[in-house]
């Protein structure tokens, strides 16, 4: 009783203070360049992507229609991450509002949240395609396309709404100095002043509901694949099956491989820098990669492409 009362006469957290990705001056103008130049080049990629879906109807399809979705919440992904990102490369360490912070997180969560669910169902539709193909133009059919897409983005959204609630809860009296890019759960959670444990079940159940559920969906979705792959006659038709997964499987691996090393996790996370480099792998790396490795490598694009040139 008497901590809770000298925990409430102590003076909230009004603003936090980003180390960013590297306090070393040295090299922080080079990495500025090199940021900024791939945060353009990922907002070009993807906006191509989406005016190419969006202008040809040979590319009005369900795995176009998953990819546009994709590209686009890339666009927003990189959005929400890498202006702090350049900030903190700018000026060296810099201060956030509490309120601009909590923002930030509920954006970046719901659309991590949001990226795995279309993973899933991207995972899903080759699944329907190659394993039941008679049956693709009913199973994926557009309103089924679009309740899925529409349900990633409200879920996402939804699972956002209860951690950020959790954690701006939370009381924060202490130290303010957040060890990362931008504001995360973990350096969050690290810094407040409050028994964590609750907000810590609900961020490592929302977790496992999210990241290990729409995982298994993949692996589920892409054994079959598998299977059914290896029981084609013929050897180019598994050329081709094998072709349409592989790059998604690779997207898949780099993307959960860092995201669930990092989230799920009942307990606070120690090892600060090892955070921040997997962190530019799943908010830089990965929505720079995307549009190369689903269109840019794809046969039908290429045919638009070559549409466009004079």
Known sequence: MERDVELANMTRVQQFVLLGLSTRPDIRDALFVVFLALYLLTLLENSLIIYLIGSHRELHKPMYFFLG???CLEMCYVSVTMPSLLVGL???PYRVPFTACMTQLFFFVSLICTECTLLASMAYDRYVAICRPLHYPLLMRPQVCQALALSSWLGG???SAVKTKCIASLSYCGPNVLNQFFCDVSPLLNLSCTHVALTELVDFISAIVIFCGTLLVSLASYAAIGVTVLH?????????????CASHL???GIFY???LFIYCRPSRIKSMDLNKVLSVIYTVVTPL???IIYCLRNKEVHAVLLKMLP
């Open 250 to 252: 690779v997207v898949v």
């Open 69 to 71: 979705n994709l590209s």
């Open 257 to 259: 491989s860092a995201a």
């Open 232 to 244: 084609m006659p013929s050897a180019a038709a598994r050329h081709k099956a094998f072709s349409t």
């Open 157 to 159: 959204f939804f699972v």
């Open 90 to 92: 700018w000026t060296g």
């Open 289 to 291: 990669c995307n549009p």
